[in-house]
Nanobody, 123 residues
Framework: QVQLVESGGGLVQAGGSLRLSCAAS????????TGWFRQAPGKGREFVAR????????YYADSVKGRFTISRDNAKNTVYLQMNSLKPEDTAVYYC????????????????WGQGTQVTVSS
């Protein structure tokens, strides 16, 4: 079956960096765009970034633009989220998911969600 598995989360001080990975199995990975979302305690799921099937197009939430970079390696069936200059407000569980074919930031247009990886940024 289709499975996406996130990894790479952890505890980091403000200003630090982390790289998250989203490993896919059970699908032709290069046929799908992929997105990252995050969810902080008591809040809804928030769009972070999206990358097209080939990796040629990327989109970011304004809150992470210039600090986060999404990329993919289709040969490894993996999407990455490089997070630099982390802030306490970036603290959340981060999820990856398969996107519908068109650009969207709505979580309802994504499926095959992973289990999430916790990112905690201390001040």
């Amino acid at each position: 079956q289709v499975q996406l598995v996130e990894s790479g989360g952890g505890l980091v001080q403000a200003g630090g960096s982390l790289r998250l990975s989203c490993a896919a199995s059970g699908l032709t990975f290069s046929s799908y765009a992929t997105g990252w979302f995050r969810q902080a305690p008591g809040k809804g799921r928030e769009f972070v970034a999206r990358i097209s099937r080939s990796g040629s197009s990327t989109y970011y939430a304004d809150s992470v633009k210039g600090r986060f970079t999404i990329s993919r390696d289709n040969a490894k069936n993996t999407v990455y989220l490089q997070m630099n200059s982390l802030k306490p407000e970036d603290t959340a569980v981060y999820y990856c998911a398969r996107s519908s074919p068109y650009y969207t930031t709505n979580p309802s247009d994504y499926d095959n969600w992973g289990q999430g990886t916790q990112v905690t940024v201390s001040s």
